[in-house]
């Protein structure tokens, strides 16, 4: 039996509502106690971790990543995308299904779980996809998904515009029991769109992409939740209107949830302009993190601001911010979307959307949300664990005894700085190079193994 002692942490597990300095100790991968040094025994093998002065967490779990296999290995692979989680301090991803072939057949689900069990360093849950080929024309065989071990659908990357066809879809998820993840874009609206449509789209000459388009498909996943009871989870949102429809469906209790991504709470529609325009004037929001001396710099129509939602306006990043703070966004996920470096290094019309996120997800939020004095660390910890986890019916996400030990420490005040030529990703498409970050993982465990620890 292997062993392993954590002294002198910050305890913080917001499923058992704990917040305390404690010992955690770790045997034969499981949890095995938690409590005051001293109230129970410690075998005298016991490896032993001084951690002091930082927090010891669940595993913290990412709900939205592409790792790109089978078929997109020269953007990323299971192997380095859990390298990468492991550093951002992530024990459990959520792999999305659009990948060539896409994870439609319980066959493709198998594939996946062999190279997971034989390449990942951190535990991957698979979902399947809504339709075949995500093509949104014909439903997957949701039943035989299920069977085959997925933990929930999505079309992510595309939306079912067919909205009878979405509808069944919801209700054979009901009948399987597993969540419908939903990419919300609806098509007509948004056109050959490649950026947030309003002043700076008009300035830099793009075809701009309303917020209309996402706010669309919100409501109308509130009104299928509402009607067929099946719990509706809306991806990456971006939008202050979104927002508005998803806290009062939420009022009403429909079973719809969201999730925020780091990029869409951090930069604005204005990065695409470069980031003399980017930094605003009166030191507010992420302006006075950086001395004016220390601020990364990028030029106008850099693809790595280019993803899918776009980035919108400062307007839209309060909002969704204010929408973290009071509860109407449970989860943050990175889409994580790993891209060769040729194919980013186009036009900004022609570069696909989607940039890395598995390593700066953490600071990125621990700038925004409790640095900044939004939130308590606790509840930030819960965006990252127990909410994913009863979202997605994960037995993760608690450092209650007898659970796999599944364990971040971090240190929320550690500073750095990111650097994407020492990303463990095999893509670099990230665009937080060169910027200074606060908080980082010191620790990550999965099931009583050490996958990463920062010196």
Partial sequence: MTSLLLTGGRVIDPANGRDETADLLIQDGKISAVGKAGTFEVPSSAERRDVSGRVVCPGLIDSHVHLREPGQSAKETIAA????????????????????????????????????????????????????????????????????????????????????????????????????????????????GVMHEGYWSAFLGLPGWPAMGEEMIVVRNILLAETTGTPVHCQHISSARSLQWLRRAKQRNVPVTAEACPHHFTLTDAAVAGSDKFWPADGKGLAHFFPDDNRPQWPAYDTLFKMNPPLRTPADREAILDALTDGTLEIIGSDHAPHCNYEKEVEFDAAPFGITGLETELPLSLMQLYHSGRMKLPDVIAKFTVNPARLLRLNKGTLSVGAEADVTVLDPDREWIYRNEESASKSRNCPFDGWPMRGRASLTIVGGKIVHEQE
């Fill in 81 to 192: 995308g859990t390298r990468a989680a492991a550093i951002g301090g992530f024990t459990s991803l959520v792999c999305m299904p659009n990948t060539s072939p896409s994870i439609d057949s319980p066959s493709t689900v198998a594939l996946v779980q062999d190279k997971v069990e034989r390449q990942a360093v951190v535990n991957v849950f698979v979902t399947g996809a809504i339709t075949k080929g995500i093509a949104g024309e014909e439903l997957a065989p949701i039943g035989g998904l299920k069977a085959a071990g997925v933990v929930a659908i999505t079309d992510d990357g595309h939306c079912v515009q067919n909205n009878e066809l979405m509808r069944r879809a919801c209700e054979y998820a009901r009948m399987f029991d597993l969540p419908v993840l939903d990419h919300c874009q609806d098509y007509n609206l948004v056109s050959n």
